[in-house]
């Protein structure tokens, strides 16, 4: 069964500009299937930041992202994930997006 989940954030919006920090966790996973050899997940909570700026250039726009996934670089697991094997840690990334 799932344990309790959250997600938040707090989102900066300036004209073309964004700014994201999100907090992402689980509590404790209690009640799991022993006769499975289901296993308790330990509680976590990883922290992401982006930002982003749009430019516009005739009828287009050109989305421009950079951010940080799990900033402290937690090893956590889900109570989903298969036989515990951790997600993935640190992670920066810059993304471009271009709409006609």
Known sequence: M??????TEL?????KLIVVLECIGNGVQTQYGSFYEEKPTAAFA???????YKFYWNSN?????????NIWNTNYTTY??????????RNVFLNLGFRV
């Open 2 to 7: 799932s344990p309790l989940s959250y997600h």
């Open 46 to 52: 990883i922290l992401n930041f982006n930002t982003g």
């Open 61 to 69: 726009i050109l989305q421009a992202k950079i951010g940080i996934e």
């Open 11 to 15: 989102k900066y919006v300036y004209q």
């Open 80 to 89: 989903a994930d298969w036989n515990k094997i951790p997600r993935m840690g």
